[in-house]
């Protein structure tokens, strides 16, 4: 064992990020719904838009929306 308990070695985030999307060819679309508070940040969930309501209680990411940012903005 070299110490390392992610399984990834010496390789960088973007040499892992490339191994990955190599083994990617499945699509999904994805539904945003935000919620909006008055008394705090306004948070926006994303679940894949075929899931079943079953496999929509467990297949989410919540962020609050100050945290999302534009793809192409990042690039």
Do not use: F, H
């Amino acid at each position: 064992m070299n110490g390392s308990t992610g399984g990834y070695g010496d390789r960088s985030p973007r040499q892992r990020l490339a191994t990955a999307t190599q083994y990617s060819t499945d699509e999904t679309d994805l539904e945003s719904i935000v919620v909006r508070y008055e008394d705090r940040p306004d948070r926006c969930t994303i679940t894949p838009r075929t899931c079943s309501d079953s496999e929509r209680m467990t297949t989410w990411l919540s962020a609050d929306v100050q945290a999302i940012v534009d793809l192409a903005d990042v690039r």
